[in-house]
């Protein structure tokens, strides 16, 4: 890897890890191109050739991630934790939840327990591969 690559591939990084601090906000690409020092279909073309996904769909998986684990986690009503981890339709995060997970926010809740392990394995564990594939924990 050229030293050039890896200087634009850290850049990316830091974009991400704005989004991944701000999740709960509306995605704002001219500001993550300027953490990245690109334009901002640069931006989404190199994001999404380095991490498989654009930035949108990452930062709703993103937000699926996080709502899984409320829903595990605490008694808090699907809608309230829509809201919390930042979508704004209920009807949305339905879907995406289901397209990412594979079941409705509702049925994920009804069937994951809190696990008795380390958060950092739990979250490896369950943390959805990339959009749109759902997978179970067993294959």
């Known amino acids: 890897m050229s030293r050039e690559s890896e200087q634009a591939n850290r850049r990316l990084l830091r974009a991400r890890d704005a989004m991944d601090r701000a999740y709960t906000e509306p995605l704002d ?21 380095t991490f498989g996904e654009t930035p949108h ?24 934790i829509c809201m919390s981890v930042g979508f ?8 995406t939840f289901r397209d990412v997970v594979g079941t409705s926010p509702s049925e994920f809740r009804a069937t994951a327990a809190p696990a008795p392990v380390p958060t950092c394995f739990t979250k490896r564990w ?13 294959g």
């Open 57 to 80: 769909r990452y930062l709703q998986r993103r937000r699926v991630e996080r709502a899984m684990n409320l829903l595990r986690e605490t008694d808090r009503t699907v809608t309230d």
């Open 88 to 95: 704004t339709s209920l009807g949305t995060f339905s879907r």
């Open 126 to 138: 369950t943390r959805p591969s990339s959009f749109g594939e759902a997978s179970s924990p067993a």
């Open 29 to 49: 690409i001219p500001a993550l191109a300027r953490i990245a020092l690109v334009s901002e279909a640069h931006f989404i073309r190199t994001f999404r050739d």
